[in-house]
């Protein structure tokens, strides 16, 4: 039987999500997930949800930035409720609620009015931006990182590439990059083509009016798979990005030229 059958979904074919921060165990949000995102969410490592006012998949963190990397994936006794252990990633490490707070349960009832207890550790009209209030449904669009976000440096590719050395060794059982080591080079070389490919896909949709989002999306799945492969050779990111910084300003054509050249 597929483990994912065994999931009692209910009649609209979800089941209700709990996202538990590993560590320190405070409890950050509910969201709802079908079987697609359940499976993506096991496959990818990073919670993906079901948006029911939207009707459609949900990565977490694709309009804030605020992605939730997975630790584990539990059921409960009656298997209609599912339980991630998550660590909270994004501009701002923690921050889990669209309200810029740590946990979406920030409200406590006390002496019959229920009061905030948390802090907003941001503002949450400068996590998103569009025509309405980031609290309405549908309503976020994801801000395009700045030269100077944490996003759009090199420090990102740095963690993402000391997180996938980390799980060298890890249960393939419990971590989607922990099996792609285990099956080896070629089953990783493997994805890094599938990836390019649908990259490659989602450039030329865009001329057909698709969204530009789908692109990114690809573009960071190739990268992140190309990360993998780098390890599994037993090279890092920082070097990658020491080869780009030496062929800052230097012409395409000369730096062709180079490398064409029979070394002495």
Known sequence: MNWLDEVKW?????????????GTGDVLMFAWMNREALALTAERGQAVYWSRSRSKLWHKGEESGHFQQ????????DNDV??????QLGHEPGIACHTGRHSCFFQKLENGVWSATEPVLKDPHHIYEGPKHPAEPGAAVRAPASPQSPLATDDILKRVGAVIESRKGADPATSY??????????AILKKVGEEATETVMAAKDLQQGADP???V???ADLWFHSLVALSHCGLTPEQVLAELARREGLSGLTEFAQRSSPKP
């Open 82 to 87: 599912v339980l991630l252990s998550i660590t």
């Open 177 to 186: 990059v922990a099996k792609l080591f285990d099956k080896g080079l070629d």
């Open 217 to 219: 999306y690809e573009v």
């Open 10 to 22: 209910d009649e609209r074919g979800l089941v209700p999500v709990i996202a538990q921060e590993q």
């Open 213 to 215: 989002a789908k692109l």
């Open 70 to 77: 997975v630790h584990a994936i539990r059921l409960d006794c």
